[in-house]
């Protein structure tokens, strides 16, 4: 048995492509918000901090596609955490992708309105 999808599962047409951004850039409900709050409370108070600010700006704007890669952030350990939102290290192997990097800097930046990433 593969864990790897069919031949061309991996391919999306226009359709579908769109489909896929379109539930990316959807809001999150609040049942969603609340799982996403508890699951990214962290052991480092830094890490806390960083994300407390976070959700403090965004929750009420944040989509569905942002919630996922802020998810696959907190898969890291704390220290890993750490280095990405003190900009020691930048995201690399399956975590380098366009919407982690956006919520990475998202969390790293201080002051900015929702709309605006520096």
């Known amino acids: 048995m593969s864990d ?5 599962a991996d391919t999306l ?8 951004s379109s539930a990316a850039s959807r ?3 609040q ?8 699951r ?5 108070l ?6 407390e600010r976070f959700f403090d700006r965004y929750e009420e704007t944040l989509t569905a596609g942002q919630a996922q890669a802020l998810g696959r952030l907190m898969e890291l350990g704390d220290n890993d955490l750490l280095d990405l939102l ?3 290290r930048e995201p690399q192997g399956d975590i380098n992708t366009s919407e982690v990097r956006q919520v990475l800097e998202m ?12």
């Open 86 to 88: 003190l900009r020691r």
């Open 107 to 118: 969390l790293r930046t201080r002051g900015a309105s929702p709309d605006v990433v520096q």
């Open 40 to 44: 990214c409370r962290r052991g480092l």
């Open 31 to 38: 049942g969603e918000l609340s799982k996403l709050k508890w």
């Open 27 to 29: 809001p999150i409900t």
């Open 13 to 20: 047409d226009g359709a579908g492509a769109a489909a896929v």
């Open 46 to 51: 830094e890490n806390d901090l960083f994300v």
């Open 4 to 8: 790897r999808p069919p031949p061309g």
